[in-house]
């Protein structure tokens, strides 16, 4: 399994703001991870939507946590990002061409990984993530 860039990115904007703890701006996150600033905006964008984070236009504005780290949950904010999480063909009904998919049991092993992937980040929040704050920050700086 293979999370997409965007998801990524999401993931990194998100502890990127965790970890500094203030406003903070689109160009300030591109640079430190050395990632384009217009994958940035659209991520921004994104998580603003979902209600992550708060966006601020103009001069002194920037973008900051909408939530508290321990209220940011992996597993839901994943499954949130993830076009979709069609392992194989036959987890989509409509585009499955896979002839043997009837009688097939890989779907259901398949199925219980994926499920089994999701449950285990859902124990953790951003808050998890971001512990080691001091050392994040080095890294960025």
């Known amino acids: 399994m293979r999370l997409t860039n965007f998801c990524d990115y999401s993931l990194r904007v998100l502890i990127f703001l965790g970890m500094k703890n203030e ?8 640079e430190a991870y050395g990632l384009s600033k217009n994958h940035i905006v659209k991520v921004v964008h994104n998580l603003s939507k979902l209600g992550y984070i708060h966006s601020f236009q103009g001069r002194k504005g920037g973008i900051e946590l909408a939530v508290r780290p321990e209220e940011i949950n992996l597993g839901k904010i994943i499954k949130q990002i993830e076009p979709d999480f069609d392992l194989v063909e036959c987890f989509n009904e409509v585009r499955n061409g896979c002839n043997i998919s009837p009688a097939c049991r890989l779907k259901g092993f398949l199925f219980q990984a994926k499920k089994a992937f999701l449950d285990s980040l859902g124990k953790y929040s951003l808050a998890d993530i971001i512990k080691n704050r001091g050392a994040l920050v080095q890294l960025v700086s």
Not at 23 to 30: C, D, G, Q, R
Request: aromatic share 0%; glycine share 0%; net charge negative.
């Open 23 to 30: 406003l903070s701006s689109v160009a300030e996150i591109s």
